[in-house]
């Protein structure tokens, strides 16, 4: 043994970066000899498959290290006495190299697009052997082990082989399986011993504060259900944003489970006929106040909720109530926390070294290397991973802005410009348009939405055509002037009319979803409510007619949880929404308002059918200031009753007012925000109107309605 001379000094002290050419089975003098790195350990014996004894390995000198010659080349196993008792298991160090050539080369290349079945940890059966084999991709390090309860913690019991083609670190420990808590030891390249690190491609992990990878279930598990509901431009969309441990809570404080969550929220935004979840960012995240937009590992369901086989039977429920599932993914950026992703291997891994590219101030993160391939590769398999295999419908791409622009949120010297020496990550840019053509190839029925506040041009038109490939895109524009406009009193309306109007000059240039999201609650924003002015009753009022408005605009809808109640107070993630608040009249007719207008959403053609298309929306009127009115038409496709939308912004009911229409015959209320039922006066149209041969609005026949205060109607054609 003493040949080994520093190799086994270094093995010993657990700086080699090569264990397999020293630990395990190994030829010598035509004799197998079999050595063994132990620390603690008492003796160690090599047995066959039947217990029996075939040689006993010596200890060579005081650092744990164990040698011996075993006879023949039957498989063996170690029979080891610590301090405290004994075991028997097979040696890690007599398993071949795991990882296939291909699975290497698509890792290198960034094209590995299942690369959390390859990477991370799994439970997989090697020579009939069960155990779990952990990969990760750490191309600079001098050395990489894996530690955790099963070892100790001790980073000189398994270190592991390193695959040179593809800077990827791997090892086979037998006897190990789901539930096991571990993270990856490394040496940095400079030698020095960095902190624990979580698994990039974990696919589970421990509670927060606690920071642990814990080896996962194998799945998928019979809990999961089909697919959600189709999400083609046509189809009608409404979707209900939810934070997962924020929504209703016990009494006692405690959050809700997936389970749990499947037996109360799943029936109820069912009920309410929203088409889709959307979550908030449901990876691992250490940090509860990022409401999950600072995730650790992109391959984990947070285990706040339970474990991934209780997400992955969320959704299938989900799926079973006719409900799709969007996940918010967080693409943009990264925490530094000492047991994340940054400098992962001793170098600036999966970020920029350059903090000017690197460095988000604002969150104070890091942002991703999107020039580097296997960087790349690993945020498109983690989008892929919740699409395929947990059954998701879409991604919700957060902070697609700060992607797209080097200088976002950054002084003049504080960004690098790109080749052509101009402001626009060309990088990035690359990266979303691999990321969405990707999807369109690997999960065809999934949409992708970004969340992008620019005027970037083309954010939801096919790659191929030029654009960002996205299905959607938020329309963060029409939110605000439409939140600014609402907000201000009514006798001010007249003097901010255009912003109402300006978002139909833009509304068919992208596939646009209306966001009223998470991020106008919070902050010191107040709740939608809290923003309407007036008095309670003109407060509740605005509401109404907003939300009335919104849903009969083009655009498919999206509304944060507690918006549909009509929340007092501003979102706060510590605690329930105030479901007590349902109790009064108002916060109820709110409620059952919302309901209707999904019913009537997806029940009429006209309301969803060409959301994306310029020929589905006509202004009738679209310049009455003085009154702070509107009125436009909604058209399906040809045979589809249109339906008539119009809005009262002002507290003074109208008589008489004249509105030109497309169709002759009667017109009947399908939604009055004013109606008692939802907490209005009361005004309304009872008995429909009837089409006049009196041209009006460029049209040859006229209605007259009396227009509710602070009300939106929309109108049919009767019978129809």
């Not at 919740?386 to 002084?411: N, Q």
């Not at 979803?513 to 009753?537: A, I, T």
């Not at 149209?685 to 026949?701: D, F, Y």
Request: glycine residues 12%.
């Amino acid at each position: 043994m003493d040949a080994f001379g520093p190799a086994f000094q270094a093995l010993a002290a657990g700086r080699h970066g090569d264990p397999f050419s020293l630990l395990g089975p190994h030829e010598s003098g035509g004799r197998r000899i079999v050595r063994a790195l132990l620390p603690g350990a008492r003796a160690v014996t090599a047995v066959a498959d039947d217990g029996a004894m075939l040689a006993p390995l010596d200890a060579v000198g005081p650092h744990g290290l164990f040698a011996g010659a075993v006879p023949g080349n039957a498989p063996y196993r170690l029979r080891i006495a610590w301090p405290d008792g004994e075991e028997e298991r097979e040696d890690p160090y007599a398993f071949p190299p795991l990882l296939g050539e291909l699975d290497l080369h698509l890792i290198a290349e960034g094209r590995h697009r299942e690369l959390g079945s390859v990477l991370g940890a799994h439970v997989v059966t090697i020579g009939g052997v069960e155990g779990v084999r952990f990969a990760v991709w750490a191309p600079n390090a001098q050395r990489v082990s894996v530690v955790g309860d099963f070892n100790g913690w001790d980073g000189r019991r398994n270190p592991m082989r390193r695959r040179v083609e593809a800077g990827v670190w791997e090892i086979f420990i037998p006897r190990l399986g789901p539930g096991e808590r571990y993270k990856y030891e490394l040496l940095g390249p400079d030698g020095s011993l960095l902190p624990l690190k979580a698994d990039p491609c974990g696919g589970e992990a421990e509670r927060a504060p606690a920071t642990a990878s814990i080896v996962p279930r194998p799945g998928p598990s019979s809990g999961w259900i089909g697919r959600g509901p189709p999400h083609t431009p046509d189809a009608p969309i409404s979707i209900y944003e939810v934070h997962a441990t924020s929504w209703q809570r016990h009494e006692d404080g405690r959050h809700l489970s997936w389970d749990e969550l499947g037996d109360r929220l799943i029936p109820y935004a069912s009920g309410m006929g929203f088409t889709h979840l959307e979550l908030l960012p449901v990876t691992e995240h250490p940090f509860e106040g990022s409401w999950g937009y600072q995730p650790i590992g992109l391959f984990a369901p947070t285990s706040r909720l339970g474990p991934p086989e209780a997400f992955r039977r969320f959704v299938g429920r989900c799926h079973a109530a006719g409900l799709g599932v969007i996940v918010d993914w967080v693409p943009a950026h990264f925490p530094t926390d000492a047991h994340g992703l940054g400098r992962f291997d001793g170098t600036a891994l999966y970020e920029h070294a350059d903090p000017r590219e690197g460095y988000h101030h604002d969150w104070s993160t890091l942002i991703y290397n999107f020039g580097r391939h296997e960087v790349r590769g690993y945020l498109i398999a983690s989008a892929l991973h919740w699409l395929r295999d947990y059954g998701c419908d879409g991604l919700r791409v957060d902070a697609v802005a700060s992607m797209l622009y080097r200088d976002y949120s950054r002084k003049p010297g504080e960004w690098v410009p790109n080749i052509h020496g101009g402001r626009e990550n060309l990088e990035a840019v690359g990266f979303v348009k691999e990321l969405n053509e990707a999807v369109a190839t690997h999960a065809p029925w999934a949409m992708v939405i970004a969340e992008e506040s620019t005027s970037w041009p083309g954010v939801s038109r096919p790659a191929s055509e030029g654009g960002l490939g996205f299905g959607y895109k938020w329309n963060m524009g029409w939110m605000h002037d439409t939140l600014s406009y609402i907000g201000r009193d009514p006798i001010h309306r007249a003097h901010h009319h255009d912003e109402i109007t300006f978002g139909l000059l833009y509304a068919f240039s992208e596939r646009f979803v209306l966001p009223l999201s998470h991020d106008e609650v919070v902050h010191g924003k107040g709740s939608l409510l809290g923003r309407m002015p007036g008095d309670r009753w003109q407060r509740f009022g605005n509401l109404r007619a907003y939300l009335a408005f919104m849903w009969g605009h083009p655009g498919k809808k999206l509304l944060f949880m507690g918006g549909e109640i009509a929340q007092e107070r501003e979102w706060n993630h510590d605690a329930s929404i105030d479901w007590h608040l349902l109790d009064d009249p108002s916060h109820a007719g709110v409620q059952r308002l919302v309901r209707d207008l999904n019913i009537v959403m997806a029940a009429r053609a006209a309301m969803h059918r060409r959301d994306v298309e310029a020929e589905g929306f006509a202004w009738i009127v679209g310049d009455d200031r003085a009154n702070s009115v509107f009125a436009f038409c909604r058209f399906g496709q040809p045979g589809d009753p249109p339906a008539l939308v119009v809005s009262n912004f002002t507290p003074v009911p109208r008589e008489d007012y004249r509105i030109g229409v497309p169709f002759g015959g009667r017109w009947v209320e399908h939604i009055n925000t004013d109606l008692a039922i939802y907490g209005g006066s009361g005004v309304a149209n009872t008995q429909g109107v009837l089409a006049e041969p009196i041209p009006s609005h460029g049209h040859p026949q006229s209605i007259v309605l009396t227009l509710p205060p602070l009300a939106t109607l929309i109108l049919v054609p009767e019978a129809s």
